[in-house]
């Protein structure tokens, strides 16, 4: 098994004509692909040498819209959700990359991510809508979607040694039983996307599904480390063009170019990174943490960090009264904190209260520019600067950094369309639009001026 990072020849790609975009085809015969690249800013994407040649092949064939306004909070999980709910996170649930657990009165707060999505999302999907309808779903590498029982063909983040794709691509040679069983274990992100892209082919290649659920990993991953505008960031983006190109590949080899919409968006934009905030060293300095060795021994009040943001707890619910008095002061004075939010004011960032969702903060912070969060304890400093992670999200969405991307092309989509803004919120309706199913819990509303039909 070897890696080609060579850019596809787009004519091989795309092929040489182009599609009937306003043909009539049955929600049965068509497949929508919703392609999610983590962490594309449209500032980035406006940037001319970014090399992006099939998504810009797209763009110039199909529609686009400017700017899309992403979820508070601006985290991949969160916005996910949002994008196959249609919903904000105040009403799809989703605050984390997994649930956030309570676990005492003086104990921290823990997110777990590998929590059923029952658990998690609190409105129908796209993918549930479709299922429901009797179309074929998948997915790849989508969060927030475990044993959500309405995906028709899946290959998960941490793929099962005994599932049917899982089996299928060991059967065909593409990677051994080993490599799945410890795909997480010393393998990079760059061979994990190229894994997950391998199985996008085959589902459509080998199941044809009417939906499928698509999402890559390497690019958030270099911008973390490296900082966005960094070379990693834009090899990471060149990289993930790339794969995208050999999923339009698969889409031309199954014969469903005709049928095909393709949807090209992310989850947040990105920020750089120069100092890192440690708003749990202030807690404990004002005695509201107890730690040993860098560790939480017990606590009264407990920071969960989200990049630009960061969630304030009160551990003991009987003592808010208390202890918010003194805990708003202690945050603001943070260097670097822009913003302390009460939590009782989330609706207006399209978050819930505490009362309506146990993972929401009594606090929210939203960090300067220049800064993110983190959630250490330990060290003598509450501000440093910082290694190794030079770039992140989770700044208040109204950033304009924090804009996303969305390019859709193919069957039912107007070419040469173009809006100014959009929110992430309208992608689900307007994927339901298109295969003919209904989401009455969605917020947004369906891209009417980007369509055909």
């Known amino acids: ?22 043909k009539e085809t049955s929600a049965k015969d068509r497949i929508v692909i919703l ?36 979820s508070n909070p601006s985290i991949t999980w969160i916005n996910h959700t949002t994008l196959a709910t249609g919903a904000t996170p105040r009403k799809h649930g989703v605050l984390f990359n997994g649930l956030l657990v309570r676990r005492g009165p003086t104990s ?33 590498d989508w969060v927030a979607i475990l044993n959500s029982g309405t995906i028709t063909h899946e290959f998960l983040e941490i793929p099962k040694p005994d599932g049917a794709i899982e089996r299928e691509l060991v059967a065909k040679g593409v990677v051994t039983a080993d490599e799945i069983a410890g795909f997480t274990k010393g393998k990079n992100i760059v061979w994990r996307d190229w894994v997950w892209t391998q199985a ?59 049928r095909a919409t393709v ?3 992310t989850d947040h934009g990105f920020k750089k990174v120069a100092k890192v905030i440690y708003p749990n060293v202030a807690l404990r300095k ?16 407990y920071v969960i960090a989200g990049g630009g943001m960061a969630f304030v707890y009160v551990t003991d619910a009987a003592r808010k009264t208390e202890l918010l008095p003194k805990l708003r002061p202690i945050c603001a004075g943070i260097e670097g904190v822009a913003q302390v939010v009460d939590g009782a004011n989330g609706p207006k960032l399209g978050m819930p209260t505490p009362e309506e969702n146990q993972g929401m903060g009594d606090l929210v912070l939203f960090a300067k520019a220049g800064y993110a ?26 950033d304009p950094e924090l804009d996303g991307i969305f390019v859709a092309w193919g069957q039912g989509i107007r070419p040469g369309a173009r809006m100014e803004r959009i929110a992430n919120v309208d992608v689900a309706p307007t994927i339901a639009k298109l295969l003919g199913v209904s989401l009455p819990d969605a917020e947004g509303r369906v891209l009417r001026d980007l369509l055909s039909e």
């Open 373 to 398: 969060f983190k959630g250490d304890c330990g060290g003598e400093s509450a501000v440093a600067e910082s290694k190794n992670y030079l770039g992140t999200h989770g700044y208040i969405a109204s």
């Open 35 to 70: 392609f999610t690249v983590d962490g594309l800013p449209a500032w980035i994407w406006k940037d001319p040498t970014l090399v992006m040649p099939n998504l810009r092949r797209l763009a110039k064939e199909g529609a686009i819209a400017e700017n899309m306004t992403v």
């Open 286 to 301: 004002a005695g509201l943490v107890r730690a040993e060795g860098g560790k939480v021994r017990d606590c009264d009040a």
């Open 108 to 140: 921290p707060p823990i997110v777990e991510p590998w929590r059923d999505k029952a658990e998690l999302v609190r409105v129908p999907t796209i993918y549930d809508a479709a299922f429901k309808a009797g179309l074929k779903t998948a997915q790849v």
């Open 1 to 22: 098994m070897r890696l080609r990072f060579l850019l596809p020849v787009l004519a091989i790609v795309l092929g040489a004509t182009q599609p009937t975009h306003g």
């Open 200 to 258: 996008g082919q085959h589902i459509i290649e080998a199941h044809k599904p009417n939906l499928l659920m698509f999402h890559l990993l390497n690019t958030d991953a270099s911008n973390h480390q490296y900082g966005p505008g960094s070379t990693a960031s834009f090899s990471a983006y060149a990289y993930t063009d790339r794969l995208l190109g050999d999923l339009l590949t698969s889409v031309e080899r199954a014969g469903l170019r005709d």
């Open 263 to 265: 949807i090209v968006t």
